[in-house]
């Protein structure tokens, strides 16, 4: 079998035994992308010499030593380019910085491997608002990867990098992964560093890990996360073993299945597929349990006025003074801010800082910020009191499978879409996505835990790993 196919685990089992060397699966990788990367798009960078240079050099003793890893491009990488899938940043900007994702990833002999496209700023749920170029989805060639990391989920689907990092605001991990058919893991609210992150919204981003196995996931994790002095909402809390539980099954575990998820409208197939795994973890000795998150049906409207407050704050930064884009026309200060910003955004992120200049406008602000905030601990408390009752909430990611490309002309559906999703980031919790048996498009089954819980997540999801 190709390497390019091999988890991480595989590899690195291979690496340390002296079976094969990290030039060898380079070799294999790049045969698959050069088959098939005009096609899918996953990569806006990939520098194959320095790619080289970082392998033959890897310390194969490091936990991680000679394994490639993916990149999404709002995780700065020191001299590598950084887009966010933007114009603003596309020209001549590079990491003067290492993230702090990728300097524990690089402390443990990653090598790092190209910068794969996303949504612009991750503002998106189909990797179409990319002002870059588009993503197509491999397992499902014409239909969207899902967003925003979804040339992170088309790289590892299509075999081009055995892992890769993401990052989730609303879903932008699970949401492409269910759509690619591999695993895509949100960890909780200050589990993993920001720092280094290019920042959409800071009380929801986080970054994670995009693998084909829930152990790679479990592995990655285990590297990436931590408490870092450089990032304030970084928690000062130990680390768990995310691997040495992997196997202890679902026996006596409570498992939750929120009526709210599974309502009108859940495509039959999605609805078919999810039920099928909340059966097989019942055959596993797990008991199901339907319980009620009753301000989900807010979340949608809550994360939409929260997310764009926080993008308006954050993407002030990008003026055409500093760094990126800046206007060749502009004739004052005032100009060069209005040129540089009307043609380095794209109309997703201009749509955004729109919505969220005026949610946190004087006369507006307690209207619809500071409710949505209250509605938002409405939420965390619904996920407080189902877990009173549970140990784990399982649910569709997405109501439908992948849609094709260009047929959404309804920035609403494509909003909607991330329903099952949002309510996690609102709440800081973990949550993964695990593919699922399925005669057509990939399906993937959501697994929410409590707040630093992923080992108990990362459990449940191997027995769901197992019995598809």
Same mark, same amino acid.
């Given at each position: 079998?190709?390497?390019?196919?091999?988890?991480?685990?595989?590899?690195?089992?291979?690496?340390?035994?002296?079976?094969?060397?990290?030039?060898?699966?380079?070799?294999?990788?790049? #045969?698959?992308?050069?088959?098939?990367?005009?096609?899918?798009?996953?990569?806006?960078?990939?520098?194959?010499?320095?790619?080289? %240079?970082?392998?033959?050099?890897?310390?194969? $003793?490091?936990?991680?030593?000679?394994?490639?890893?993916?990149?999404?491009?709002?995780?700065?990488?020191?001299?590598? @380019?950084?887009?966010?899938?933007?114009?603003?940043?596309?020209?001549?900007?590079?990491?003067?910085?290492? !993230?702090?994702?990728?300097?524990?990833?690089?402390?443990?002999?990653?090598?790092?491997?190209?910068?794969?496209?996303?949504?612009?700023?991750?503002?998106?749920?189909?990797?179409?608002?990319?002002?870059?170029?588009?993503?197509?989805?491999?397992?499902?060639?014409?239909?969207?990867?899902?967003?925003?990391?979804?040339?992170?989920?088309?790289?590892?689907?299509?075999?081009?990098?055995?892992?890769?990092?993401?990052?989730?605001?609303?879903?932008?991990?699970?949401?492409?992964?269910?759509?690619?058919?591999?695993?895509?893991?949100?960890?909780?609210?200050?589990?993993?560093?920001?720092?280094?992150?290019?920042?959409?919204?800071?009380?929801? =981003?986080?970054?994670?890990?995009?693998?084909? $196995?829930?152990?790679?996931?479990?592995?990655?994790?285990?590297?990436?996360?931590?408490? =870092?002095?450089?990032?304030?909402?970084?928690?000062?809390?130990?680390?768990?073993?995310?691997?040495?539980?992997?196997?202890?099954? #679902?026996?006596?575990?409570?498992?939750?299945?929120?009526?709210?998820?599974? !309502?009108?409208?859940?495509?039959?197939? #999605?609805?078919?597929?999810?039920?099928?795994?909340?059966? +097989?973890?019942?055959?596993?000795?797990?008991?199901?349990?339907?319980?009620?998150?009753?301000?989900?049906?807010?979340?949608?409207?809550?994360? &939409?006025?929260?997310?764009?407050?926080?993008?308006?704050?954050?993407?002030?930064?990008?003026?055409?003074?500093?760094?990126?884009?800046?206007?060749?026309?502009?004739?004052?200060?005032?100009?060069?801010?209005?040129?540089?910003?009307?043609?380095?955004?794209?109309?997703?992120?201009?749509?955004?800082?729109?919505?969220?200049?005026?949610?946190?406008?004087?006369?507006?602000?307690?209207?619809? &910020?500071?409710?949505? +905030?209250?509605?938002?601990?409405?939420?965390?408390?619904?996920?407080?009191?189902?877990?009173? %009752?549970?140990?784990?909430?399982?649910?569709?990611?997405? @109501?439908?499978?992948?849609?094709?490309?260009?047929?959404?002309?309804?920035?609403?559906?494509?909003?909607?879409?991330?329903?099952?999703?949002?309510?996690?980031?609102?709440?800081?919790? /973990?949550?993964?996505?695990? /593919?699922?048996?399925?005669?057509?498009?990939?399906?993937?089954? %959501?697994?929410?835990?409590?707040?630093?819980?992923?080992?108990?997540?990362?459990?449940?999801?191997?027995?769901?790993?197992?019995?598809?």
């Amino acid at each position: 079998m190709s390497l390019a196919h091999q988890s991480v685990t595989a590899l690195r089992g291979l690496l340390v035994k002296g079976e094969i060397k990290p030039s060898e699966i380079l070799d294999d990788l790049f #045969v698959e992308i050069s088959a098939r990367e005009s096609e899918i798009g996953a990569f806006l960078s990939l520098d194959r010499d320095a790619i080289r %240079q970082a392998a033959d050099a890897a310390d194969l $003793s490091l936990p991680l030593g000679g394994v490639p890893i993916a990149m999404k491009d709002n995780i700065n990488v020191k001299g590598a @380019p950084c887009t966010c899938g933007s114009r603003f940043l596309a020209e001549n900007y590079r990491s003067p910085y290492d !993230a702090g994702v990728t300097r524990r990833m690089r402390e443990a002999g990653v090598v790092f491997f190209g910068r794969t496209n996303m949504d612009e700023f991750a503002m998106g749920s189909a990797t179409e608002n990319s002002a870059l170029q588009k993503t197509q989805n491999p397992a499902a060639p014409g239909h969207i990867p899902g967003g925003s990391s979804g040339g992170s989920a088309a790289a590892v689907a299509a075999n081009f990098a055995p892992a890769a990092l993401g990052s989730d605001t609303g879903g932008s991990i699970r949401q492409p992964a269910s759509h690619c058919g591999i695993v895509g893991m949100k960890p909780s609210y200050g589990r993993v560093s920001r720092y280094g992150l290019v920042a959409f919204a800071s009380s929801l =981003d986080q970054i994670g890990p995009m693998t084909r $196995s829930v152990e790679d996931a479990a592995l990655l994790l285990q590297h990436i996360a931590g408490h =870092d002095t450089l990032d304030s909402t970084s928690l000062p809390v130990a680390v768990d073993d995310y691997l040495s539980g992997l196997k202890q099954g #679902v026996k006596g575990l409570r498992i939750g299945m929120p009526k709210e998820y599974f !309502a009108e409208g859940l495509d039959p197939a #999605v609805r078919a597929a999810t039920e099928a795994a909340i059966r +097989q973890l019942e055959a596993q000795g797990a008991t199901v349990h339907e319980i009620s998150l009753p301000h989900t049906e807010y979340a949608v409207a809550t994360y &939409y006025i929260v997310a764009p407050a926080e993008a308006s704050s954050n993407l002030s930064r990008f003026d055409g003074v500093r760094y990126g884009h800046r206007s060749s026309s502009a004739t004052d200060v005032l100009s060069l801010y209005q040129k540089s910003r009307e043609e380095g955004f794209g109309p997703e992120v201009k749509r955004r800082i729109i919505l969220g200049t005026y949610v946190l406008s004087s006369g507006y602000y307690d209207a619809y &910020y500071n409710k949505a +905030q209250k509605v938002r601990t409405l939420i965390r408390r619904d996920f407080e009191q189902a877990f009173a %009752q549970v140990d784990a909430i399982v649910s569709p990611v997405a @109501p439908t499978p992948a849609r094709k490309i260009g047929e959404c002309t309804n920035l609403l559906g494509d909003y909607l879409a991330d329903v099952c999703t949002i309510p996690a980031n609102l709440a800081g919790l /973990p949550a993964i996505s695990v /593919p699922l048996a399925s005669a057509g498009l990939p399906i993937g089954l %959501q697994i929410i835990t409590p707040h630093l819980k992923e080992a108990l997540m990362l459990r449940i999801a191997h027995a769901v790993e197992i019995g598809a």
